[in-house]
């Protein structure tokens, strides 16, 4: 089962609308008077990131774990697979969910890292058990993990980063403008009995309060607080290669049904990508949670798009992977999931039409070098919020209206490079 880490575990994908919202710590929050009469709000974002993965025929791992200077916390996030050492037929995949440590367990700047750490019992580890001819998994929770990794710069590569960004969201305009760098390092250390040397990492740096955000309300009775400024505040970061095309998303809603879907149009390779992942009480057992996810291409007629209005009409083909989950209780608490590729196809038909409350435009320049080659990337894209209804079933139907959707433009984005 050649599945990455982030979609081992299905659970994953229900957390990603999760991460679309992030509220600023308080002492990164400075509200003043705007011009206008109305209220503004001033955010920075400071922070160290330091990454490592794992690509080593059959292991992998990937691990995350960042500094934030204004809230003075750590967090990390990590999942590693290996064969189990006692059965050739399956891999053993551990996953750390993205939690608080220590401070003193990480140490960084912007040429090294340091992660010493053993995970206190607050933060979950799973440990999932995965047929890798069948595709099936089950998971529970499990002891916790020790790490003692080490970053060096190792002056391959670096990448600086410049973007600024309008969002527009009501009568709340929040412009961002923000800057950061990361380089290429060697990791060497252990993970749970685990070892390696010059793997492969990055340091990553959002310098001193550069990330800054600048939220402008206007001084209108409907707006008297700051509620509406809890929509989603996202750290983007620039596409690395060429890129041109369309995208919807959308929350999936409905009665005890939580989840998302993505339709991206690489307009460009002339191709067609459907994610989804949703769960919902199962029908026959009210107490357990059935969740399904997918990811790959469909036919380019399955979806069309405008900078206004989305349709994807489309009945998965036979060469669509799907994976459904049982879950039972809450995973980690103790519960336990168990998972096995879908018998069924699913089909969609839902409908995007913008709705004129929100919208994004973003324009950013990124300069990396890569050995002697320097490349130049100027990007831009538009965002606008829409409404969506539609059906969408396995063998259960469900449907939805007025559901939380997005629009992308992601236009024509020019690169310069140089290579002496």
């Known amino acids: 089962m050649n599945t990455t880490i982030s979609t081992i575990l299905s659970k994953s994908m229900v957390s990603i609308a999760v991460v679309l919202t992030l509220s600023a710590s308080p002492s990164s929050v400075e509200p003043v008077q705007a011009s206008n009469g109305g209220k503004a709000t001033n955010v920075r974002v400071n922070g160290q990131t330091a990454v490592f993965y794992l690509d080593d025929g059959d292991r992998y791992a990937l691990l995350t774990v960042t500094r934030d200077e204004i809230a003075n916390t750590t967090l990390l ?89 309008v969002e527009t969201l009501g009568q709340v305009t929040t412009r961002v403008r923000g800057r950061f760098d990361e380089v290429t390092a060697h990791v060497s250390g252990m993970w749970d009995g685990h070892s390696g040397t010059n793997m492969s990492g990055f340091l990553i740096d959002s310098e001193n309060a550069t990330l800054f955000r600048e939220i402008m309300m206007e001084a209108t009775p409907q707006f008297i607080t700051l509620l509406a400024l809890q929509a989603r505040v996202e750290a983007t970061r620039m596409q690395r290669a060429r890129v041109n095309g369309r995208e919807a998303f959308s929350l999936l809603e409905g009665a005890g049904l939580n989840g998302l879907v993505r339709v991206m ?156």
Not at 315 to 329: E, N, Q
Not at 338 to 343: L, S
């Open 77 to 165: 996030s990590y999942g590693y697979r290996f064969p189990d050492p006692n059965d050739s037929n399956l891999s053993i995949l551990i996953l750390g969910d993205e939690g608080e440590i220590p401070n003193n367990a990480f140490t960084v700047n912007s040429t090294s890292a340091h992660l010493a750490l053993t995970t206190p019992d607050s933060y979950p580890v799973t440990r999932c058990v995965i047929d890798n001819y069948s595709g099936e998994y089950t998971c529970a929770p499990t002891a916790p993990s020790t790490f003692d990794l080490t970053w060096t710069e190792d002056g391959y590569r670096s990448f600086h980063e410049t973007g600024t960004r």
């Open 265 to 420: 149009r690489d307009e460009i390779t002339n191709t067609t990508i459907l994610r989804f992942g949703y769960a919902f009480p199962d029908p026959n057992a009210p107490a357990t949670l059935l969740f399904f996810e997918g990811l790959g291409e469909i036919p380019n007629s399955a979806f069309t798009v405008t900078s206004a209005s989305a349709r994807l009409t489309v009945t998965t083909p036979d060469a669509y992977p799907i994976t459904r989950c049982v879950i039972i209780g809450v995973i980690g608490d103790p519960g336990a999931i168990t998972c096995a590729p879908a018998t069924t196809p699913l089909t969609f038909d839902l409908t995007w039409i913008k709705d004129g409350y929100g919208s994004v435009h973003e324009t950013g320049t990124s300069v990396e070098i890569v050995g002697p080659v320097t490349t130049r990337y100027h990007r831009q894209y538009n965002q606008v919020t829409a409404n969506v209804l539609g059906t969408w079933n396995e063998s259960n139907g469900h449907a939805g209206t007025n559901m939380t959707g997005y629009l992308f433009n992601f236009q024509d984005a020019t690169i310069d490079e140089t290579n002496p």
